[in-house]
């Protein structure tokens, strides 16, 4: 099953430069990511972001899949 992110990752030109954030809040989806890649665990990012929620860090997630797969799938110049 696809996860879907479309109402949880939201852009807004004046909020965090335009970059993907999480239900309109200043917390983006590279910021999660980055947290996830920096080895926290879902419950530490939760304790420190009292606002996300664990849909929320799947919608990064399949935000971020979504998007390398349509990076792949580019003809090459």
Do not use: H, N
Request: charged share 30%; glycine share 6%.
């Amino acid at each position: 099953m696809k996860a879907s992110y479309s109402e949880i990752i939201t852009i807004e030109p004046g909020k965090r430069g335009g970059k993907p954030c999480i239900r309109g809040l200043r917390i983006t989806v590279y910021d999660v990511l980055d947290y996830l890649a920096a080895g926290m665990s879902e419950v530490e990012i939760l304790a420190d972001f009292p606002d996300l929620r664990s849909e929320d860090i799947r919608a990064c997630l399949a935000f971020a899949a979504d998007r390398e797969r349509r990076l792949v799938s580019l003809p090459p110049l």
